[in-house]
């Protein structure tokens, strides 16, 4: 079975410049998570999406994140414009189902963001 | 706030020998605990998980403990491997938080040759 994709591996950006992250879940799977990592901490979740609906978002910086997940397979994160502070690796999770306590979630292998 | 934190920050380990990783957690309805592994340049790679109601689970030389009495989980690691070199976090999902991941700082797992 493919595990989740993501690209690019890496990006380097100048501050107040865009950059887009690309996710492709594990076939199947009907809920997709982004999340930031920053060095040395655990993840923290920015948006779940159900199908090609929004579950969670309540800690996306709205102002300058936006991620859309229109047929419910891909999705993409956008930042736009970028600040220093964003620097940190933004993973894609996926899982089975939509919901539920013991639903495992699978990771991709990130993208790590350098904002300059 | 988080309410999973980890003891140590770094654990290093000789290799062949047993690994101990602790965790705690604040919540008493955390229902649900997971163990992930992350190593350099990955996503974190699930390990293990654990239901409150259960106090062991044991898989391929991996045990998690979870002692409710004292919101202490534990993640076991058998004859210790240079494989094994990683980020070890635990999480926790609840009914309060929407059952999201609530994740640690994570330990750092170091195997000495």
């Known amino acids: 079975e493919a595990g989740v994709a993501q690209s690019p591996r890496y990006k380097i950006i100048e501050k107040r410049q865009s950059v887009a992250f690309w996710c492709n879940p594990i076939s199947g799977h009907a809920t997709l998570y982004w999340y930031q990592q920053i060095l040395g901490q655990g993840p923290k979740l920015l948006i779940q999406f159900q199908n090609n609906g929004v579950v969670d978002d309540s800690q996306l910086p709205k102002d300058r994140f936006s991620a859309e997940r229109l047929k419910g397979v891909d999705s993409t994160l956008k930042i736009q414009p970028a600040k220093l502070e964003d620097s940190a690796v933004y993973l894609c999770?996926?899982?089975?189902?939509?919901?539920?306590?013991?639903?495992?979630?699978?990771f991709g292998p990130g993208t790590r963001l350098t904002v300059l | 706030g988080e309410s999973v934190g980890l003891h140590l920050p770094t654990l290093s380990v000789q290799e062949g020998d047993n690994s101990i990783i602790n965790c705690a957690y604040s919540n008493s309805a955390s229902d649900y605990f997971i163990w992930y592994k992350q190593e350099s340049g990955k996503g974190p790679q699930f390990i293990i998980d654990?239901?409150?109601n259960m106090d062991k689970r044991q898989g391929q030389r991996v045990t998690v403990l979870l002692n409710k009495t004292v919101k202490h989980l534990s993640l076991q690691i058998a004859a210790t491997q240079p494989g094994d070199s990683a980020v070890y976090f635990c999480?926790?999902?609840?009914?309060?938080?929407?059952?999201?991941?609530?994740w640690g700082a994570g330990t750092k797992l170091i195997i000495k040759p």
């Open positions: 999770a996926s899982s089975l189902v939509a919901s539920g306590n013991t639903d495992t979630q699978y």
């Open positions: 654990i239901r409150s």
């Open positions: 999480a926790e999902k609840r009914m309060d938080s929407n059952y999201q991941l609530i």
